[in-house]
């Protein structure tokens, strides 16, 4: 049994994910909250949650504020947001902040389906016009969003900050590329902080969009 909780101040919207889990996860279990305090609690009392889903909006929320209250209280538990927000500064910010995907309340039964499935295994999920968006910048966006990473940059990685580089590229969150890279979390979050600083981008998400056309492969051999 599979734990998914959602924290959203509609009654009747609880009810609607709480039917496209049902629907599509059948053996989850469904946790519901109607503001932070509320959410904070349920995450409390039950740390193995595997979904945290949150809205930007709702009391206690502050913003984005919040995002960083219920990472400090909750640090392993992957947190989602789910809202009708729509600037796309906010929704890449709430990755930066520490969620792992955004699923707007605008989206089909489906779409919020294979946004909770994306974010069940861990990978990162943005709806997909804000991805068009970011693959398409302009010159005049370069700086914020670079199209692509510069060679040296990546050169100036160690061995192990490209292993942790390749594993974020997969969707992987800090807590599975420890597992996998058999390190610390603690290890990995420095490892991802030095990664972002040496790449010249402001947050993971600018990261992972920029490591689609790399070879890692390459890369990894000059360290054989």
Same mark, same amino acid.
Request: proline share 4%.
């Given at each position: 049994?599979?734990? *998914?909780?959602?924290?959203?101040?509609?009654?009747?919207? @609880?009810?609607?994910? &709480?039917?496209?889990?049902?629907?599509?996860?059948?053996?989850?279990?469904?946790?519901?909250?109607?503001?932070?305090?509320?959410?904070? $609690?349920?995450?409390?009392?039950?740390?193995?949650?595997?979904? #945290?889903?949150?809205? /930007?909006?709702?009391?206690?929320?502050?913003? /984005?504020?919040? =995002?960083?209250? #219920?990472?400090?209280?909750?640090?392993? *538990?992957?947190?989602?947001?789910?809202?009708?927000?729509?600037?796309?500064?906010?929704?890449?910010?709430?990755?930066?902040?520490?969620?792992?995907?955004? =699923?707007? +309340?605008?989206?089909?039964?489906?779409?919020?389906?294979?946004?909770?499935?994306?974010? %069940?295994?861990?990978?990162?999920?943005?709806?997909?016009?804000?991805?068009?968006?970011?693959?398409?910048? &302009?010159?005049?966006?370069?700086? +914020?969003?670079?199209?692509?990473?510069?060679?040296?940059? %990546?050169?100036?990685?160690?061995?192990?900050? %490209? $292993?942790?580089?390749?594993?974020?590229?997969?969707?992987?969150?800090?807590?599975?590329?420890?597992?996998?890279?058999?390190?610390?979390?603690?290890?990995? &979050?420095?490892?991802?902080?030095?990664? %972002?600083?040496?790449? +010249?981008?402001?947050?993971?998400?600018?990261? *992972? /969009?920029?490591?689609?056309?790399?070879?890692?492969? $390459?890369?990894? @051999?000059?360290?054989?």
């Amino acid at each position: 049994m599979h734990t *998914v909780s959602i924290a959203d101040d509609h009654p009747l919207f @609880r009810e609607a994910i &709480k039917s496209i889990v049902a629907e599509h996860y059948p053996d989850y279990r469904f946790l519901e909250a109607s503001n932070l305090d509320e959410a904070m $609690q349920l995450v409390d009392k039950n740390p193995e949650t595997d979904l #945290m889903l949150l809205d /930007l909006n709702m009391p206690g929320m502050n913003g /984005l504020t919040g =995002i960083v209250e #219920m990472r400090n209280a909750a640090p392993d *538990v992957p947190l989602g947001i789910i809202s009708a927000e729509q600037d796309k500064n906010v929704v890449l910010k709430t990755i930066s902040y520490g969620s792992i995907g955004f =699923i707007a +309340k605008s989206s089909s039964r489906d779409t919020i389906a294979m946004a909770i499935r994306h974010m %069940l295994n861990g990978q990162i999920y943005l709806p997909a016009d804000i991805m068009r968006d970011d693959l398409s910048q &302009k010159d005049s966006d370069k700086k +914020k969003q670079p199209a692509a990473l510069d060679l040296e940059n %990546l050169d100036s990685l160690t061995r192990k900050q %490209l $292993q942790v580089f390749e594993q974020m590229a997969k969707g992987g969150s800090n807590k599975q590329i420890s597992a996998e890279l058999n390190i610390a979390e603690t290890t990995v &979050k420095a490892h991802v902080s030095a990664i %972002l600083q040496k790449l +010249k981008v402001t947050n993971r998400i600018q990261a *992972v /969009l920029c490591a689609s056309s790399i070879d890692f492969d $390459q890369y990894q @051999r000059k360290f054989r």
